[in-house]
């Protein structure tokens, strides 16, 4: 009796579906993905990581209703699998023998097991095919399946009915587990071959019917907090074709059209620069010709300015128009207002930039200090951190976030032996723990030209590096800047002196310790591993707790070059706060620049040559100009640009800033060589942005590019005031605007808690909680290919979109003091 209720729910929600769904078949597209109004099916064109494996971009993935509510189709081997588990590797995708229909080789190396997916359209949504070449082996007997992750943000607090079983999605991962302490989650409902998930949602509602093989329902955030909802279906023993049969289908609104997404710079605008708000547009929608500007004031609203929109073209998926308010120059609070919707407002005021780079200084770059203890008033950010580093890394070792060693280790010391010293300064990378030595570097030269080419006049955190204690909010009269450069080098002159080079950098040993969140002074216990005692056992300073992190110790010749220009830089900055520091630092440069003249052909097995700089010659632009410009002129350095040269040309998005610095030092004929480059470049970047309607470049790899967006703001900026008649301003104030809220997808900034609308829901150290760090910049707008466009708002573990970086945020420092001084400029 009691089912019988159960029944009917099930058949009610299966009956709502179908009221309330677009009718119309999906149809191929021309990049072989299943395309309907409200719903594009994806299909293996983002593939898994070689490296990071699981990361929540793979296989089928279904966009609906403008999000992307699903991901990871695939046979997996685990209900709940985790970032590192066995991914298969794409092998093919065609079109398939039947009308529609589309087909993917994928295959697994450990074990033996290849198999095609049949992707094809059917009324009200699509078929999916599992056909294996050879019935599993007896190894993978009740361990394969077929998953499909489903976005958690996207279905909290919604309901699910699985067969006769109705359930709510938690909000918080709370079991059930299974009781045998494999830490393994049991379903949270099973046994039915229908499911529908939130049938009272028509924006998310789907269905998902299979033929034979029963549907699971999973929390897979009980086992990591990165997981998302599984629906999986078991493969049977001896099955070959049809081994998984799916019919999905996804509720599609009639006549869904997405709402317009008015986009511009959050922060707001100064009176004289240039003012263009993007309107990003579906393209079933017929817009309004026109947009209008409304102010508000102590006496209401008021109209300033309506004008029509300028067509901008398609980009991806989107059709976009340009909305022009320049010539509003009158301080004051602005919105735009078009197609009936009113943005957040915004500020037009000669101060609207005075605050958006100083919580990337004072807050998130004090907050990812490592070995001190950090503090903002209340709040505890970390206890001291790592105070046992480091123990040296095991040779020939592929470590599981891209840190390699080879046989030689470039190191005195024996794998696992401790390594005194090493636990001074640095920076934590980003929302992992690790310090990244080429990025720690980059973040030392990022400040110092912050500081040398426009100031950086700012206290706001108290820095006691003798008691490991950072303060923030607590002013202690020493630049903020200056302090962290200091940080920054100490640890890479602890570096030089035990090694006599850089290292790759610092990471944790184990998955279990890397996958940490929360206080970075928890991650180890503090105590130096030592093998004589037992696991919990405690002795002074020493404990039996092999918890230390490793050191990677290759010596690699770009990581090097890399080290030079931060030291070579820091020395200048450090000469009157510590002129001790600055002394060893340009010591330690010059050797080290010297050490690598014979050495810049090295391809050496490490994390260093595939995310460092990579190629040693670019890196030694940046380390020859910052001795030339600390030595004031060594014709030793200015012989050694000049034959440079062809490698800034060949490589001039990289090698152009630290070019033109050293204009000064050399001869006319240096300069009208730049000059030429720039002009060359120019033709070539302008073609280039063409192609989007936000002028700036756009990555489409597998990180998404606010890092490349604001290197692109900085330098543009340089070339801009060493040659103006070929560069102007523009260039930078779009960066700025783009990081800032005018890009795809949504208009919040990219840098958290700055602008009136930003990134709050990030990856950093504290994303188990849904929170931010102030200043941090995230990676922002990925394109899931082949033509979404994604920055999520609520969903905090894809690190692509989210993960603060150190170096990324220092960026950002040196992009928004240039486009405060691009805004500046008298304009015509």
């Known amino acids: 009796m009691a089912s019988f209720p159960l029944r009917l729910l099930a058949t009610v929600c299966l009956s709502s579906l179908a009221a309330g769904a677009a009718t119309q078949t999906l149809t191929v597209g021309p990049d072989q993905t299943l395309e309907g109004r409200g719903l594009s099916v994806i299909i293996d064109q983002n593939q898994f990581s070689p490296i990071f494996f699981d990361e929540k971009n793979a296989g089928i993935q279904l966009v609906m209703h403008g999000m992307r509510v699903a991901t990871d189709g695939a046979v997996r081997l685990n209900p709940t699998p985790e970032q590192w588990d066995p991914v298969p590797l794409f092998v093919s995708r065609a079109k398939g023998s039947t009308p529609n229909e589309v087909v993917v080789r994928s295959a697994f190396k450990t074990p033996n097991l290849s198999y095609q997916v049949r992707v094809t359209p059917e009324e009200d949504g699509f078929r999916v095919v599992v056909d294996l070449d050879q019935p599993l082996p007896s190894s993978l007997a009740g361990k394969a399946g077929f998953n499909l992750d489903f976005l958690p943000t996207a279905y909290f607090g919604k309901s699910f009915v699985l067969g006769d079983t109705p359930g709510l999605f938690p909000r918080h991962p709370g079991g059930p587990m299974v009781k045998d302490g494999s830490g393994d989650p049991q379903p949270l409902a099973t046994g039915g071959t229908t499911l529908t998930l939130a049938p009272e949602d028509p924006m998310t509602r789907i269905t998902i019917q299979s033929d034979g093989a029963p549907l699971a329902l999973y929390d897979a955030r009980n086992r990591a907090q990165n997981g998302w909802f599984v629906v999986r279906s078991m493969i049977a023993a001896g099955a070959q074709k049809n081994a998984v049969v799916w019919h999905v289908r996804p509720n599609r609104i009639k006549d869904w059209v997405r709402p317009p997404v008015i986009s511009f710079n959050q922060a707001g605008y100064t009176l004289g620069r240039s003012k263009i708000a993007l309107i990003e547009l579906d393209p079933n929608f017929k817009g ?260 230390d992190r490793w050191a990677f110790t290759t010596d690699q010749p770009a990581t090097d070059l890399d080290m030079v220009g931060a030291l070579a830089g820091a020395s200048r900055a450090l000469k009157t706060l510590d002129p001790s520091m600055a002394r060893d630092a340009l010591a330690a440069a010059k050797v080290i620049w010297n050490n690598q003249r014979t050495r810049l052909h090295l391809k050496k097995v490490g994390r260093g040559a595939g995310f460092a700089s990579g190629n040693a010659e670019v890196a030694d632009v940046s380390a020859t100009a910052e001795l030339l410009i600390t030595t004031g002129g060594d014709p030793l350095y200015v012989a050694r640009m000049k034959a440079l040269l062809p490698v800034i040309a060949s490589d001039f998005d990289q090698a152009a800033a630290p070019a033109v610095r050293v204009i000064p030092f050399m001869d006319a004929d240096y300069r009208a060589r730049l000059e030429q480059m720039t002009r060359a470049a120019k033709a070539r970047i302008d073609g280039d942005l063409a192609q989007n309607p936000f002028g700036v470049p756009i990555g489409e790899g597998s990180w998404a590019g606010s890092h490349q967006v604001a290197t692109f703001g900085s330098t543009m900026y340089m070339l801009h005031k060493a040659f103006p008649a070929i560069i102007d301003a ?81 960026a950002y420092i040196l992009a928004a003091k240039s486009a405060i001084a691009a805004a500046s400029e008298p304009r015509h």
Do not use: C
């Not at 930078?732 to 609308?757: C, E, I, W």
């Open 288 to 547: 309004p010709a026109q947009a209008e500007l409304v102010q508000f004031s102590t006496r209401g609203e008021r109209s300033a300015l309506r004008a029509a929109v300028q067509p901008r073209g398609r980009w991806k998926r989107y059709n976009y128009a340009a909305f022009d308010f320049s010539r509003v120059r009158e301080p004051g609070i602005y919105a735009v207002r078009y197609a009936g919707q009113t943005t957040n407002p915004f500020r037009i005021d000669a101060g609207a930039y005075g605050q958006i780079w100083q919580p990337s200084l004072d807050t998130f770059l004090a907050a990812q200090m490592d070995h001190v203890g950090v503090r903002e008033q209340y709040r505890v950010w970390q206890a001291p951190s790592h105070l046992d580093d480091a123990r040296q890394a095991p040779a020939n070792l592929a470590h599981f976030d891209a840190y390699n060693t080879g046989a030689d280790l470039d190191s005195p010391f024996k794998p696992g032996q401790h390594i005194a010293g090493l636990a001074v300064g640095g920076w934590q990378d980003a929302g992992d723990y690790d310090i990244q030595t080429s990025d720690n570097s980059w973040v030392i030269r990022n400040l110092v030209w912050t500081r040398e080419l426009f100031g950086a006049d700012w206290d706001e955190t108290s820095v006691d590096e003798a008691a490991k204690q950072v303060e923030i909010r607590k002013p202690d009269g020493v630049e903020d800047a200056l302090q962290q450069i200091r940080h920054g080098t100490l640890q890479l002159l602890a570096q030089y002196k035990v090694f006599g080079h850089a290292i790759d950098g610092i990471v944790d040993p184990t998955l279990k310790q890397y996958t940490h969140l929360g206080d970075a002074g928890s991650q180890t216990d503090g105590r130096l591993y030592d093998a004589k005692l037992g696991p919990n056992q405690v002795q002074g300073d020493r404990s039996g707790a092999p918890d």
């Open 730 to 810: 523009d260039y930078t104030l779009r960066a700025l605007d783009y990081l800032l809220g005018r890009h795809p997808a949504n208009n919040l900034s990219l840098v958290s808690a700055v602008g009136a609308r930003s990134k709050l829901v990030a990856y950093g150290h504290n994303r188990a909680d849904y929170s931010f760090i102030p200043g941090g910049l995230v990676p922002g707008v990925i394109l899931i290919k082949p033509d979404f466009p994604e920055v999520g708002t609520d969903w905090p573990f894809l690190w692509y979109e989210n993960e603060y970086t150190v170096s990324t945020t220092s």
